[in-house]
């Protein structure tokens, strides 16, 4: 006899989506996460003062900041419906003042309508744009294995698609540092198939790019975890915290999901959390053998986000809007997340790939000052010296293993790519890499949440 109909492995969006889903449908449910809090990759934080561990969390008059996803697309429709379901507001990313971008020692600034690139490498990346374009128009995002020319771009890396098409050096740097900020990884580690599908996924690898109208169009005021808590709240006592999975046993006549306080049994499971641990949980029977591949095949990328912390806005005074991209780490990419109401300048970089696993090995005051280094490249020495400093190393977080979302290497896709959303039995599986559409961010979360809700109530009959 089944405890509940459903069990949900991980509270992160797409687990507390999944169970909101199958409740609201009638059906029992519980949801078992490893960590101390809800929200998998989206958590907000209060900021120490001077980043040294001197002072308590919370003496910068309650400032917050997103260590985890943070923004808001225009045309992410399911996330949009969550945050007003809940009355969450959103703030514009995009500021007053001009960007910078920096490539092979040469910066230039610009605005949304000025061109970012000299004449060469801007007719070099838009000519390399278009191929790309037209190459991610014939990916199939429901079954990116499938068609004509599947095999030929998983036998490929992205980085020799780069020094394929790319006809310049600052053109081939843009492609790569584009690679690292939304995969978190190089170019060289990664399917072009995988590139391809992902950016289709996502409305294209410019929207993905962009701020004003793109993929980091706004934040959530008060933090995206908001999200997840307000999920949390709605099923009560019915989400079980620090309760890491460690087996689950299925068969014809039902599931049990073993954790440290015991076992747990249903109809049906669904596991939502990342591919690297989902694939440290024991199945019995084990799983077919393409589940596990594709589990082993799937590593993370690396991420390391810093929030540093200002008085006040100091780029403001140059007409700078802090918005930075750069193929010099460690600030290769920089936004600013100062709060809507005024006050303190916060200065937020995203150290990704072979970067933070740099940074991740350095002792954390030498990783500090690196950064603030980075940025005082950029914005001059007032940067070096901020009233808070913050740092989250997804791939240190025992429970993540990486950040943003995992990614596939050449030949997984067409080879196993197609056990990524199979159910095994009754086990389920959800999580943003599992969407077809925003896979990697909240709202393809959501969107795995709702597809591996309606699987199970449509198996439970």
């Given amino acids: 006899m089944a405890n509940v109909d459903v069990i949900v492995v991980g509270a992160g969006v797409s687990g507390l989506v999944t169970a909101d889903r199958v409740r609201a449908a009638g059906r029992s449910v519980v949801v078992l996460e490893a960590r101390d809090r809800v929200g998998g990759r989206t958590v907000t934080e209060a900021v120490p003062a001077r980043g040294d561990g001197t002072e308590a969390p919370g003496t910068l008059d309650g400032l917050l900041v997103d260590s985890g ?59 390399a744009m278009l191929r790309f374009s037209a190459a991610a128009e014939k990916v199939d995002v429901a079954a990116p294995w499938r068609g004509e020319a599947a095999d030929r771009y998983d036998a490929q890396t992205f980085e020799s698609w780069i020094r394929r098409t790319c006809l310049t050096s600052k053109g081939r740097d843009y492609f790569r540092l584009a690679c690292e900020a939304v995969l978190a990884t190089e170019p060289q580690n990664v399917s072009l198939l995988h590139v391809l ?55 014809e006549d039902g599931v049990s999901v073993h954790s440290e306080s015991g076992a747990t049994t249903a109809q049906h499971v669904v596991v939502t959390v990342p591919p690297a641990l989902a694939s440290s949980i024991e199945y019995l029977p084990a799983l077919p053998q393409d589940r596990t591949l594709l589990s082993q095949r ?95 190393d997804w791939t240190a977080e025992e429970w993540t293993r990486g950040c943003y979302g995992a990614h596939l290497p050449p030949g997984a896709w067409t080879q196993v790519g197609r056990a990524l959303r199979t159910p095994v039995g009754r086990v389920h599986w959800a999580g943003t890499e599992t969407a077809e559409r925003w896979c990697g961010y909240v709202d393809g979360a959501i969107a795995s949440g709702e597809r591996a809700a309606a699987e199970v109530l449509a198996a439970l009959g």
Wanted: net charge negative; charged share 20%; with cysteine.
């Fill in 69 to 127: 996803a943070a923004w808001v697309a225009p045309d992410q429709t399911l996330l949009l419906a969550e945050l007003a379901r809940f009355g969450l507001k959103t703030t514009p990313q995009e500021g007053p003042g001009d960007a910078l971008v920096s490539l092979r020692g040469r910066s230039r600034r610009y605005t949304g309508e000025a061109r970012a690139l000299d004449p060469v490498t801007t007719a070099d990346v838009g000519q």
């Fill in 197 to 251: 599908f992902y950016a289709r996924s996502g409305g294209g690898l410019l929207h993905l790019l962009t701020t004003g109208g793109g993929a980091q169009d706004a934040r959530v005021v008060g933090g995206m975890q908001q999200v997840a808590e307000r999920l949390a709240e709605g099923l009560g006592p019915w989400v079980r915290l620090q309760e890491p999975v460690t087996t689950i046993l299925h068969d």
């Fill in 298 to 392: 799937m590593p993370h990328g690396s991420v390391v986000k810093c929030h540093a912390v200002y008085r006040r806005p100091f780029w403001h005074d140059e007409a700078l809007s802090g918005e930075i991209a750069s193929d010099q780490g460690p600030a290769k990419v920089v936004f600013d997340t100062s709060p809507p109401e005024g006050g303190y300048g916060v200065l937020t970089v995203l150290v990704e790939g072979e970067d933070a696993v740099r940074l991740g090995a350095m002792d954390p005051d030498k990783a500090r000052t690196a950064v603030l280094r980075g940025l005082a490249a950029h914005l001059g020495p007032k940067a070096m010296d901020p009233v808070g400093y913050l740092a989250k």
